[in-house]
T-cell receptor, first 109, second 113 residues
Framework: KNEVEQSPQNLTAQEGEFITINCSYS?????LHWLQQHPGGGIVSLFM???GKKKHGRLIATINIQEKHSSLHITASHPRDSAVYIC???????????FGTGTLLAVQP | EPEVTQTPSHQVTQMGQEVILRCVPI?????FYWYRQILGQKVEFLVS????????KSEIFDDQFSVERPDGSNFTLKIRSTKLEDSAMYFC???????????FGQGTRLTVV
């Protein structure tokens, strides 16, 4: 069983739609990260959460520590949001990241 | 904005050769990591490095791999006697403190032929 599970694996949306990507984890963590990976491979950090909710522009991330669950929401989605969104949890002796498999999002105009 | 820089962006090597992947972390960062992503798979942790020594390594990081911070700015990953299955994207990451955000480089795509 993977330590970090994401759903859905693939998501196609129409421009303007509200999008939710879910992440569940089974290990103790010190924080949870949402990351974005574009074609070509570079990884960009979107959020780091240890409790509650964070908002940046059209992106909102929430975490429920008791339920070991986090969600990433994108409001008013746009084709430029098309990317792989990855949930990663931070733990272990050196705070390494344990990655989920990612959610491939395609936003169509 | 400060960034983590990785070179080369793409390296092709023959099986059995040694490769060195280079990273320049953000200058005031103290914690350094290497991750890899085999095509179509998730990103996997390889090794973490702090205070000039390895602080944690995964099962993947066997004797074939080594890391070094030779001059206080570069952070390198050496892969000896490369195998076909070493083909992957290798990411370097750094953070300033144990509890802060990690910054990733753009990755080095290694192709072993």
């Amino acid at each position: 069983k993977n330590e970090v599970e994401q759903s859905p694996q693939n998501l196609t949306a129409q421009e303007g739609e509200f999008i939710t990507i879910n992440c569940s984890y089974s290990v103790g963590i010190s924080a949870l990260h949402w990351l974005q990976q574009h074609p070509g491979g570079g990884i960009v950090s979107l959020f780091m959460l240890s409790s509650g909710k964070k908002k940046h522009g059209r992106l909102i991330a929430t975490i429920n520590i008791q339920e070991k669950h986090s969600s990433l929401h994108i409001t008013a989605s746009h084709p430029r949001d098309s990317a792989v969104y990855i949930c990663a949890v931070r733990g272990g002796a050196t705070n390494k990241l344990i990655f989920g498999t990612g959610t491939l999002l395609a936003v169509q105009p | 904005e400060p960034e983590v820089t990785q070179t080369p962006s793409h390296q092709v090597t023959q099986m059995g050769q040694e490769v060195i992947l280079r990273c320049v972390p953000i200058s005031n960062h103290l914690y350094f990591y290497w991750y890899r992503q085999i095509l179509g798979q998730k990103v996997e942790f390889l090794v973490s490095f702090y205070n000039n020594e390895i602080s944690e390594k995964s099962e993947i990081f066997d004797d074939q791999f080594s890391v070094e911070r030779p001059d206080g700015s570069n952070f390198t990953l050496k892969i000896r006697s490369t195998k076909l299955e070493d083909s992957a994207m290798y990411f370097c990451a750094s953070r300033s403190d144990r509890d802060t955000e990690a910054f990733f480089g753009q990755g080095t795509r290694l192709t072993v032929v």
